[in-house]
């Protein structure tokens, strides 16, 4: 009878220690969120209206049910958009744009992004703000010429003639203006001032001029 | 008509003009006049001072298209400017009629101007703010000069300059008696003259030859006048042509009135 007892009490243990084991499983490792392991696109630099595929990779994704949701800065993905490759469509207008996954598993959720050029095949767009055409300049004095220059994918330099010879270089950057001083060596006479802007990616390239005058001086120290 | 009523005809008419004379002199005359320096409104042309700095030896073209602009300026503008040409030395170009006080004027312009860009031709248009550097022609130099100048042309001169020139011998002196015109005052205020010979670089007689230290007027209050003795100048009578007196601030050099007093 006592052994009935006890056989009855450690079944009952056993069950009891079971579901408490169970309960504490879940309390001390809860669900991980999915772990991206790589983003990939088989292109990164695509003309405007083109298609790339775009790939990622989570840890031990067959062994769990994900969702798989695609976003773009502009663009648009081809469905069946839900799976962990999909196809996107760029944009008709070039730029920067970013593709982000976001991975979702139960519960949790991880997101990784990645970068694509869209190849701009607009010409830059650049305008010499001053000097204004028909300006005069003082020759042997320094000139300031200020320059708009700009493009969807951004300007990789921009180069300033005086007549046919190059006076100076800027680098682009993430502004529009570029200011160049330089001294105006040019014998007196009407002179072409001609900026050169060049666009990153496709380098293509477009120019404006104005025309000056350049007033001849004789320098002289006063008092020599 | 008998004497005595021709003499009764004559005390009336002396009594009428009497009247006449004591009704003027108790009512307060209107000031209406735009030249009386006591009528607030009072205002003259404004005769706008042209200063070129120039050197005619350099072997370069560009003073000699300077000259040749203002010859054009003179003629179509005629007594609404005063032109004087400053000679000066330019690096090694020497010119016999460089002066001291040519460069001393033209410091102080470049100073008040922010400016260390020095060479000829430099052309002021009252003072160094209006500022019209080099040549590429005669036509560049008058549009750039005659940009300057319209602007001032418009403007209303609120100082006369009236002036006597004594010469004695190879000396001018001159008195100048400055108004204040309009209905505000003026401080900071001098007065200076320029003697203008003709040479043979130079014929149209607008060299700077002579100098008079500049004097202080100071403050002139609305309508106010002040007469000054300006230190005698140095002259050579043969070629003694002109006599430019200027009133300018003495704060930034500023030109604000100038007159062109001819020398027989």
Redesign the interface.
Same mark, same amino acid.
């Given at each position: 009878m006592n052994r009935n007892k006890k056989t009855i009490t450690a079944i009952i243990s056993a069950v009891f220690l079971t579901a408490a084991l169970s309960c504490s499983t879940d309390l001390f490792n809860p669900e991980k969120p999915p772990q991206i392991t790589g983003l990939t696109l088989d292109r990164y630099e695509v003309d405007p209206g083109d298609t790339l595929t775009a790939a990622v990779t989570v840890r031990d994704a067959k062994d769990k049910t994900l969702a798989y949701g695609w976003t773009a800065t502009a663009g648009l993905f081809l469905l069946p958009s839900d799976q962990p490759a999909v196809r996107w469509k760029a944009p008709s207008t070039g730029g920067p744009h970013r593709i982000t996954v976001t991975v979702t598993g139960e519960e949790k959720s991880a997101s990784r992004s990645t970068d694509v050029t869209v190849r701009s095949l607009v010409l830059p767009d650049v305008f010499i703000l001053s000097p204004q055409a028909g300006t005069y300049v003082v020759q042997h004095d320094s000139m300031q010429v200020r320059v708009r220059a700009r493009h969807d994918n951004g300007i990789d330099r921009v180069r300033l003639f005086i007549n046919s010879g190059l006076k100076k270089t800027a680098d682009g950057g993430d502004g529009e203006i570029y200011t160049f001083d330089c001294p105006v060596d040019e014998p007196a006479g009407n002179a072409s001032v001609r900026v050169e802007a060049v666009a990153r990616v496709s380098f293509l390239t477009k120019s404006d001029s104005v025309s000056i005058h350049i007033e001849g001086v004789v320098p002289g120290k006063a008092g020599r | 008509m008998d004497w005595p009523s021709i003499c009764r005809k004559r005390l009336r008419a002396g009594c009428g003009l009497a009247a006449l004379l004591l009704l003027g002199a108790a009512c307060e005359l209107p000031r209406d006049n735009p030249l009386d320096p006591r009528n607030p409104d009072s205002r003259r042309p404004k005769r706008i001072l042209i200063e070129a700095f120039v050197?005619m030896h350099?072997g370069?073209? /560009?003073?000699q298209y300077a000259i040749e602009a203002l010859d054009s300026l003179e003629s179509v503008y005629g007594d609404r400017i005063a032109v004087i040409e400053y000679h000066?030395?330019?690096?090694? /170009?020497i010119t016999p009629l460089h002066r001291?006080e040519n460069?001393i004027l033209?410091?102080r312009y470049?100073e008040a101007a922010g400016s260390d860009?020095?060479?000829?031709?430099?052309v002021f248009v009252d003072g160094p703010e209006g500022r019209?550097?080099?040549?590429?022609s005669a036509t560049?130099?008058f549009i750039?000069v005659q940009r300057m100048l319209l602007p001032e042309l418009t403007e209303p001169g609120l100082f006369s300059i009236e002036a006597v020139l004594r010469r004695s011998g190879s000396e001018i002196r001159p008195t100048a008696t400055i108004a204040r015109l309009g209905s505000s005052d003026a401080s900071g205020i001098r007065v200076r003259a320029v003697l203008l010979s003709g040479a043979e670089a130079a014929p149209a007689g607008r060299v700077a030859s002579g100098f008079s230290e500049s004097a202080v007027i100071g403050t002139l209050g609305a309508g106010e006048t002040r007469t000054v003795a300006l230190p005698a100048m140095a002259c050579d009578p043969a070629s003694v042509r002109a006599c430019v007196i200027l009133v300018f601030n003495d704060a930034d050099q500023r030109v604000m009135q100038s007159e062109k007093f001819q020398i027989q």
């Open positions: - | 050197n350099t370069e073209p /560009f003073d000066r030395n330019a690096g090694s /170009f001291s460069d033209y410091g470049l860009n020095r060479g000829v031709p430099d019209s550097q080099g040549a590429s560049s130099v750039r």
